[in-house]
């Protein structure tokens, strides 16, 4: 689950010599705390969140939802270079190039719905707890929470499909303990709306945030505290030489993907899942579980696990992409 504010822990086990190959190992140690915002940024998220909270009394969260969709509209409208790039991601996911209608539905659905997102993450901590736990639904939970029973937490391999940012927040909040890795260059309102979640609900201290070129110490940790962690495996960007990855076929192409997390699970036997985050109408969210990539109960080796994980992986987000590409986060 995407998070933006490390919690990180201490008097846990060891991490094996083995499972610190999984990933560079130039890599470095993950810090103890957010970078802190300037005053211009901090200044313009604080004006932003008052502007969506009042918005929020006055049109409430269905008038809101409406309201970010006529933005995002208009959005769409305006900037010509976002739609031409968005355009070009289209036709790489599809494999063919898009009628008109079809790329002018998809577009305008994917202005709208990262204007939706942005807005209901930007005041999230406005909505009445009770109004918030109704926000997600899961499928397939009962599989997610079995696996959870056995004590080795889960590993929930994601993509760049949907907000998963928003529903780590929601998995939260309903007593989920939420983990993700994410890149240090993400942007600064992550961190000044976690800042705000923190003061808040208490249950946010379940959130932890680890960093992709950091050591994998932590990731074993949470897995050994029962964490649901999370993180977009649909990342070709090799940021080491000796970065372990599995190659792939996906939208046509031969890609590398890391393979360190899927590994360390194993390793961990903890159970690894795929979902998606699909949005639905009124600020509404559902974690949609595909299904387990990894059973370490029934797997001794960890290189045939590996491999057929990341082929079922792939076909899977080809699927999830080509039938709602208006979820694409990265373009």
Not at 8 to 33: C, G, Y
Not at 195 to 223: G, H, K, N, Q, V
Request: charged share 25%; glycine share 6%; net charge positive.
């Amino acid at each position: 689950m995407m998070t933006d504010r490390p919690n990180l822990i201490s008097n846990s086990p060891l991490l094996t010599e083995s499972v610190s190959d999984s990933f560079s190992s130039s890599a470095q140690p993950a810090p103890t705390e957010s970078e802190r915002l300037n005053w211009w940024a901090y200044t313009a998220f604080t004006l932003a969140h008052a502007v969506s909270s009042a918005l929020l009394l006055l049109l409430t969260l269905p008038g809101l939802h409406w309201f970010g969709r006529v933005l995002g509209t208009f959005e769409w409208l305006i900037n010509y270079k976002r739609r031409r790039r968005f355009a070009t991601a289209l036709r790489q996911v599809l494999g063919r190039e898009a009628t008109g209608a079809e790329r002018r539905r998809w577009t305008r659905e994917y202005f709208t719905r990262s204007r939706c997102d942005k807005l209901f993450y930007l005041m999230f901590d406005r909505i009445p707890r009770a109004r918030a736990m109704t926000l997600l639904s899961i499928g397939n939970q009962e599989l997610l929470d079995r696996a959870l029973s056995r004590g080795r937490g889960v590993y929930m391999a994601m993509s760049h499909h949907g907000a998963l940012h928003v529903v780590s927040l929601l998995m939260a909040l309903r007593g989920y303990k939420t983990a993700g890795v994410r890149d240090r260059r993400e942007g600064a309102m992550r961190r000044y709306i976690q800042e705000r979640f923190d003061r808040r609900y208490p249950e946010f201290a379940r959130m932890r945030i680890l960093f992709a070129d950091s050591y994998p110490r932590e990731i074993y940790r949470c897995l050994s505290d029962g964490f649901v962690l999370g993180s977009a495996m649909d990342v070709s960007r090799v940021r080491q030489p000796n970065q372990k990855t599995e190659e792939v076929t996906v939208f046509g192409e031969t890609r590398p993907f890391p393979s360190g997390p899927l590994r360390i699970a194993h390793r961990c036997r903890a159970p690894v899942l795929q979902a998606f985050v699909l949005p639905e109408n009124g600020f509404h969210y559902r974690l949609e579980i595909v299904g387990m990539l990894i059973d370490p109960d029934l797997s001794t080796n960890e290189e045939l696990a590996v491999a057929e994980a990341m082929r079922t992986y792939a076909t899977n987000v080809e699927r999830y992409v080509r039938e709602s590409p208006s979820l694409l986060t990265r373009v």
